[in-house]
């Protein structure tokens, strides 16, 4: 008599021996690893690498270069969010040539302001005496 069940299912082999990567929520409340066991993978992922995709890394050099990357034109928020972080880099480097001249001018007392930050420039200066 022949069966007509597939043979190859059954030739399979170990199928529940491991599990497929990010095959259950993590947080689920049905799951039945117990807290220590959770507690321990969140502290295994602390130290993986997080893997970025193309516009994660595209998006960290410019806010408007993802959607070029797509062939579309960038939002006014991407456009906003571009000139914001262009300002901002031209402030730091403003701030760290105000500081650089304190340093030549080399006065022991001198204070400076930079990002907000009331920093004594005694400490760095002392060095280049």
Known sequence: MTS???????EAGERFHEGKENSHLALDSKDERSIA??????????HEPVEMTR?????KQDATLPAKLHGNEPSKGATIDQQLREEEEAEKESHTHRCIMGIIGSVTYQWSYDMGWKIPLYFISRQWQ
């Open 4 to 10: 007509n069940i597939d043979p190859t299912i059954n």
């Open 37 to 46: 066991n959770k507690l321990a993978r969140e502290e295994q992922r602390e």
């Open 55 to 59: 516009e994660e890394r595209a998006a």
